[in-house]
């Protein structure tokens, strides 16, 4: 459990690290757009459109995020999907835009507030977070996989046994089956005086049975009258 929760500790710090990189560029292009550079332009160009211009400034930090992952974050973890894993980054990212897109077309829309504060609060601070714990957990999930079997245990390779390895601590040999019990000593001694029994032969049986009717009647012995029992 000890190693498990370190490692995804250093995951974690590895995938904030990337994400702060991600999102101070993504919400610099968010505010450009929407409020402009100050006194230069204000409001930005895309004003009443903040829900598309923090989607356009997210796509940009979602190709910085996607390098950073996979690079540093989850270097260690194998990829899962097409185009090394870029097809099913795409899906999770688009799936937690709906977060804090949410939250500022709700502040927008309900709340009626407009400000820079509003929005970057409202999208970059409370929607950013929330996406970004879906992210971390779905990244983990479905996108960068730690491979089944073997893998790398506190720095050193550990590989599963080979077959025949495995097969010779097991297999008993093919002798193993076939020796004897062992005797003790007296019944060594009580089996080698034990006379040998020969089987009945049924010829001897047949040759008893015709010497029995051959023979005469039996005689009487003396002092027997015939008949008295």
Not at 73 to 100: D, E, H, T
Not at 119 to 129: E, K, M, P
Request: hydrophobic letters at 40%.
């Amino acid at each position: 459990m000890g190693t498990r929760l370190r490692r995804i500790g250093g995951e974690a710090a590895k995938f904030s690290a990337v994400n702060v990189v991600a999102t101070i560029v993504a919400v610099s292009i968010f505010n450009i757009l929407v409020h402009g550079i100050t006194a230069i332009s204000r409001p930005g160009i895309l004003n009443g459109w903040p829900v598309t211009s923090w989607f356009l400034a997210n796509c940009v930090g979602m190709g910085i995020s996607f390098y950073g992952s996979r690079r540093y974050a989850f270097k260690n973890r194998q990829p899962s999907g097409p185009g090394g894993g870029a097809l099913n980054f795409v899906v999770v990212n688009l799936a937690s835009f709906v977060i804090p897109m949410g939250c500022l077309w709700v502040t927008r829309n309900f709340l009626d507030w407009s400000s820079a504060l509003a929005d970057n609060i409202s999208a970059n601070l409370v929607g950013a977070v929330l996406g970004m714990l879906f992210r971390f957990w779905a990244f983990r999930r479905f996108v960068f996989k730690r491979e089944k079997g073997g893998g790398m245990l506190h720095g050193i390779v550990v590989e599963p046994l080979l077959d025949q390895e495995l097969e010779g601590q097991l297999d008993p040999g093919p002798d193993a089956g076939s020796a004897d019990p062992e005797l003790r000593p007296d019944e060594a001694e009580l089996l080698e005086h034990q006379p040998e029994q020969r089987q009945a032969d049924p010829h001897d049986v047949v040759r008893v049975a015709g010497h029995a009717r051959h023979e005469g009647p039996t005689e009487p012995v003396e002092g027997e009258r015939p008949g008295n029992r």
